[in-house]
């Protein structure tokens, strides 16, 4: 797989093989101002200040897009957000901008172009899909069975995932799913009985799915070294430098139902 660490002055250090481990292409935009790094299964965005985005690895996972992106993403992006083969931004006046692999959430259909071209809040992500927060409605977009077609209810606070499934909490303390029934896409009779009824509380910290952040989570201080996804690679040379702050590491999933067609 490849590799990448994020150092404490903002120049980021790529290694391994091609998906990921070989940024020359675009290696006069990670010596410096990158605030974080984020990966798919086999390429990397960099966000840099300002709001530009950085792209390199193998295509089919990320590492291609339309002219009309790329000019989105020279500025204005805030925040990042990955599947295992797309990505998604969330610009500053709210407009979502995807790229990445068509099937796994990397186009937009043409149904959701108007809800996501303004006002969204918030997208999260599964391994197969995404979800946007829109004022009390969910937008989804994906593989579907995997998280696409979110249902249209109102009331929807936050969003929670799983590997291909995604749960949503309603201001009635209410729960709805969809996705893979594997996932948590499709509750049991009994389950969905009282997921419906909705128990008051919190209720977002007792939900039955995790809400996965997106990484990196956080800035760390000046050198310290964080491992984003864990492996033993500290006795490599490339890890042994200083104020290195995040390390992302690319792996392939145990199952990626990878339909390439």
Do not use: M
């Amino acid at each position: 797989g490849g590799h990448a660490a994020l150092k404490g002055d903002g120049s980021v250090v790529t290694w391994g093989d091609n998906n990921g481990g070989d940024s020359s292409a675009v290696s006069q935009h990670l010596g410096s101002g990158v605030k974080k790094i984020f990966s798919t299964t086999g390429a990397f965005a960099a966000l840099k200040s300002g709001g530009k985005v950085v792209v390199w690895g193998e295509s089919y996972y990320g590492n291609s897009y339309s002219l009309a992106v790329g000019t989105a993403l020279e500025s204005g992006v805030e925040k990042v957000y990955c599947n295992n083969h797309a990505f998604a931004v969330l610009k500053t006046n709210g407009v979502v901008v995807t790229w990445g692999n068509a099937q796994r959430g990397g186009v937009v259909p043409p149904s959701l172009t108007t809800q996501l071209s303004s006002g969204v809040e918030k997208i999260y992500a599964n391994d197969y899909a995404f979800a946007a927060l829109k004022g009390s409605q969910v937008f989804a977009w994906g593989l579907d069975g995997y998280g696409a077609n979110a249902p249209a209810d109102s009331g929807i606070v936050k969003v929670f995932a799983s590997e291909s499934a995604f749960a949503a909490l309603k201001s009635n303390a209410s729960v709805v799913t969809w996705g893979n029934s594997f996932g948590g896409g499709a509750p049991s009779a009994e389950v969905l009985e009282e997921l419906e009824e909705g128990h008051g509380g919190d209720g977002a910290d007792t939900l039955p799915v995790d809400d996965l952040p997106q990484p990196p989570v956080g800035q760390p201080k000046g050198g310290e070294l964080r491992v984003v996804v864990a492996a033993p690679l500290l006795d490599d040379p490339h890890v042994q430098q200083q104020n290195v702050e995040q390390i992302l590491i690319q792996h392939t999933a145990p199952e990626q139902l990878d339909q390439r067609n």
